[in-house]
């Protein structure tokens, strides 16, 4: 089968699409940069892609809150976009990270179809406890009891990758929210303290929980699994060598963490 194309959106103010687009070139994907003005532009540009991937950055700024602007204008200019790749035929994938994943939040389709939320907005990504950015690496695990298909996490049980983000922490409406997302496998991926760590509800202090996020949720799924956001940078840990103590470990492996979350992508086409 060819490789699959990979549409990279960018917008005013995003920073990581050139890293996203060698992550999935890497992968074994093709994968191109594309300005969300020409997409305005030109709407079917929309059938070249496979895949839907939101970089991070600061998209417009993050005026008014982080990912609404880029989200608004997706909604009201791009709805037949969104809606291909994320309902459609059930045949693209979408990824958000970061700055991404706020505006997938923004746009609902990560928390859609949660029964409890009645008619308000089920979740959020609010600001860190401390209330600045915060730059650091952090040890994650993937709720492998629950999380049954997730498509980028097939296969992976932790990770280690930086995050650096002034506005991520995951805020559910109430506890039955929460708790319905956990049990569908919507909360796929938490902050945990190490990689022999398991994941908890609980909440873990700073810096092991680096924002707050309720149930240590670093990252969700849509109930198809082929929908995921996540705030920690995947793309910036694909290569062994950009681990931060790469030169003190006795065992240097094949390639850094985030790279097998693409390589599972670029593989569902297979």
């Known amino acids: 089968m060819a490789a699959p194309r990979v549409l990279v959106l960018r917008a005013p103010g995003t920073n990581c699409d050139e890293e996203t687009a060698h992550a999935f070139v890497q992968a074994g994907a093709e994968a191109e940069r594309v300005h969300v003005n020409r997409l305005i532009d030109n709407p079917l540009l929309k059938d070249r892609y496979q895949i839907l991937c939101l970089p991070g950055g600061f998209s417009y700024g993050d005026d008014i809150a982080a990912g609404r602007i880029l989200a608004a204008r997706l909604r009201n200019h791009l709805g037949d976009l969104v809606n291909s790749f994320v ?8 990824l958000g990270i970061c700055n991404g994943m706020q505006v997938l939040m923004r746009l609902g389709v990560l928390t859609e179809s949660v029964s409890a939320a009645g008619d308000s907005e089920p979740a959020t990504l609010t600001w860190n406890n401390h209330g600045r950015f915060e730059d650091r690496w952090v040890h994650l695990g993937v709720d492998t009891e629950n999380n049954a298909n997730c498509v980028f996490l097939n296969g992976i049980s932790h990770m280690y990758l930086p995050m650096a983000h002034a506005e991520g922490k995951f805020v559910a409406k109430d506890q039955p929210v929460l708790d319905e997302l956990k049990q569908s496998g919507r909360l796929c991926l938490r902050y945990v303290a190490d990689q022999q760590s398991t994941i908890s509800d609980d909440i873990q202090d700073f810096p092991i929980n680096p924002n707050g ?12 699994g082929r929908v995921f956001g996540l705030m920690p940078h995947p793309e ?32 569902w086409f297979e």
């Open 236 to 267: 910036r840990h694909i290569d062994a060598t950009q681990h931060p103590y790469w030169t003190r470990r006795k065992e240097q492996p094949e390639a850094g963490d985030g790279l097998a979350m693409f390589q599972n992508a670029v593989q």
């Open 213 to 224: 996020a309720d149930a240590n949720v670093a990252g969700v799924c849509d109930p198809s």
């Open 87 to 94: 309902h459609g035929n059930g045949d693209r994938l979408v």
